[in-house]
């Protein structure tokens, strides 16, 4: 089993930034890529970037290109979302996934997901 919990969430101003963390405990040695969602009020579910821990080759949603960054600490079995240049319609809960299995490109959909943090709120005000 894996557990993850996401941290970092609160409320920022439109242009501001703000990075999100992602611990994984559990079977983490079983981790092969992780990924970030996001939900706003009345959305779907959507992908906003994902990583392979084997060569850390990443993909990112057009909407967040150039201004978000994944990373991941495998020492601290931690993953980020950096997130600069914040814009209204980036207020969502945003998650963290996991998934046993190397997804390449690393997939962007959320069935590919078995693991799921409980999410953490951001909110961008205008």
């Known amino acids: 089993q894996i557990h993850l919990a996401e941290s970092g969430g609160g409320s920022v101003q439109t242009g501001g930034s703000m990075r999100l963390s992602c611990v994984a405990s559990?079977?983490?040695?079983?981790?092969?890529?992780m990924a970030w969602f996001r939900q706003g009020p009345a959305k779907e579910r959507e992908g906003v970037a994902a990583?392979?821990?084997?060569?850390?080759?990443?993909t990112y949603a057009d909407s967040v290109k150039g201004r978000f960054t994944i990373s991941k600490d495998n020492a601290k079995n931690t993953l980020y979302l950096e997130m600069n240049s914040l814009k209204p319609e980036d207020t969502a809960m945003y998650y963290c996934?996991?998934?046993?299995?190397?997804?390449?490109?690393?997939?962007?959909?959320?069935?590919?997901?078995?693991?799921w943090g409980q999410g953490t709120q951001v909110t961008v005000a205008s």
């Open positions: 996934a996991a998934a046993r299995t190397s997804l390449y490109p690393a997939s962007l959909l959320p069935h590919a997901y078995a693991y």
């Open positions: 559990g079977a983490t040695f079983s981790i092969r890529t």
């Open positions: 990583i392979n821990y084997g060569d850390d080759a990443s």
